[in-house]
């Protein structure tokens, strides 16, 4: 029997924020330097982490899925992203899957049970619906948008002390903090407010004060999920297997951006990876790139995973990039990791192959407003 496994995935975890978790440090150790997202959104980064493939279409399939082949008695997911979901193919594997809920009051919800998520005619329906969802959270007292982190925590431990005492188990935990709205518990100002300031930034009508804040409210949503993260590195037996690494990373105002769009940048390609008692150790390869989540993780290539990797890649919205342990390479030049002008023959030539073969991923445009919506993309 083995021992038990974990995969903690967290939405919109810079590279340069993970020092600020301490307790996560503590337990798995430092980044890996040069690992990198395979785009700049959810949707796209978890056909890689679950599929090991490059994106595409939404979602993944049973085939392309790696928790299938996880050595494991019993396997559990708890989701707090609703483009992770039975409905993208992400229960693939699972002996209980849990995802955020639907109301199902809808036309578009009711729609939704029958149509895939590219429909021409989920998309009407959708779109219905979606002047009434825009008005959630003008009226009434803010709240979370998203299943909190210590709840998740608990759903996973408590079913694995019923469903598996004896050990054998994989969990795949993901996390939202600290993906927009910035809203921490132990925020200086009121969840309603920091809601608002985190609105206006992202539309672009942030002041000084708010850009200030801003970031402090990010940062704050990192130290509280290291917070609720301690309980479970505490919990968890000393062998479990875990691998933690980030979808992708967030922009706080550099370019003069916030959040995550299709800006092919180290801020938010380059993410952080970490683990313990993995048969491949992440820090075997120079370079990590999401794809490889599910080879590392098996201990063999899996899809387009790579275990000895020099080159990663990234695709968004008709924009590339390459990048290797040093640069990082797109349409706008090479740089170092720190934003330095550089030069790297080999890693430009890399990009413009990459950039006339890769396939071109699901835009936000062709994904459920509803979907959007609740992950405050609408």
């Known amino acids: 029997m083995s021992p038990p496994a974990l995969l903690v995935t967290v939405d919109s975890l810079r590279y340069d924020h993970y020092q600020y978790m301490p307790e996560t440090r503590a337990f798995l150790g430092e980044a890996h330097p040069a690992t990198f997202a395979t785009n700049t959104a959810t949707p796209s980064c978890f056909q890689s982490i679950i599929g090991g493939v490059y994106p595409d279409e939404a979602g993944v399939t049973p085939e392309e899925s790696f928790v299938p082949k996880v050595d494991a008695g019993y396997k ?65 007292d803010a709240s979370r948008d998203y299943r909190p982190a210590a709840e998740v925590i608990d759903d996973l431990l408590e079913d694995v002390a019923t469903e598996a005492p004896d050990g054998d188990w994989f969990g795949w935990l993901h996390f939202m903090e600290p993906h ?34 801003g970031r402090e ?33 967030e922009l706080l105002g550099e370019y003069g951006e916030w959040g995550h769009h299709a800006t092919m940048c180290p ?56 990048m290797n342990a040093q640069h990082f390479a797109n349409a706008e030049g090479i740089r170092t990791l720190d934003g330095e002008t550089a030069t790297d023959r080999d890693l430009e030539l890399a990009l413009e192959e990459w950039a006339a073969t890769a396939a071109e991923p699901v835009s936000k445009d062709q994904l459920p407003e509803d979907d959007l919506e609740a992950l405050g993309y609408k």
Not at 269 to 295: C, F, K, Q, Y
Request: net charge negative; with cysteine.
């Open 267 to 322: 801020e938010i390609l380059r993410v952080p990876a970490t683990g313990r008692n993995l048969s491949v150790d992440l820090a075997d390869s120079e370079v990590r790139s999401l794809v490889d989540i599910p080879s590392v993780f098996l201990g063999a290539e899996h899809g387009d995973g790579d275990l000895s990797r020099g080159t990663a890649f990234a695709a968004s919205n008709g924009s590339h990039a390459a």
């Open 180 to 213: 927009h709205p910035y809203n921490p518990d132990d925020a200086p100002v009121s969840r309603t407010e920091a809601q608002k300031v985190t609105r206006r930034l992202l539309d672009g009508r942030g002041s000084e004060d708010d850009v200030e804040l």
């Open 76 to 140: 559990i997911g708890v989701s707090t992203n609703r483009f992770l979901s039975e409905r993208y193919g992400y229960d693939a594997g699972f002996d209980r899957f849990v995802e955020p809920e639907r109301d199902g009051s809808s036309l578009k919800d009711r729609v939704a049970a029958n149509m895939t998520p590219q429909s021409t005619v989920y998309g009407i329906a959708s779109r219905a619906y979606n002047a009434y969802q825009s008005l959630r959270g003008t009226v009434g």
């Open 217 to 249: 409210l990010y940062r704050g949503e990192v130290q509280e999920l290291d917070d609720r993260l301690a309980r479970l590195w505490e919990a968890v037996p000393d062998e479990t297997r875990v691998l933690f690494c980030a979808d992708h990373g």
